[in-house]
C-alpha cells in the first residue's frame, strides 16, 4: 500500500476542485432559493401566473435579471 500512495501525483491545489466547485454551487442554490422566497413573500399579487414563460417575459420588460431556483 506504501508503495501505491507514494507513486501518486502530488495535487498542487489544497482542496479538490470538485469540492471546490460544489460548494459554489450550494452556495449559487442557496441565493436563488433565498430570492424566490423573498419575491414570492414580497409579491402583492397572490392570483395565480399563468404560465412561467409569461412571468419571465414580464420580469425581462422590467429588466429584471431572470434567475431562477430548480425544484
Do not use: Q
Not at 40 to 61: F, G, H, L, M
Request: no cysteine.
Amino acid at each position: 500500500m506504501e508503495v501505491h500512495e507514494s507513486t501518486r501525483r502530488v495535487l498542487k491545489r489544497p482542496e479538490g476542485l470538485a469540492d471546490t466547485n460544489e460548494e459554489v454551487k450550494k452556495e449559487m442554490r442557496t441565493m436563488k432559493r433565498m430570492k424566490a422566497a423573498g419575491e414570492a413573500k414580497d409579491d402583492p399579487d397572490t392570483a395565480p401566473i399563468d404560465s412561467v414563460r409569461e412571468r419571465n417575459v414580464k420580469e425581462a420588460a422590467e429588466g429584471k435579471l431572470i434567475m431562477r431556483a430548480k425544484f
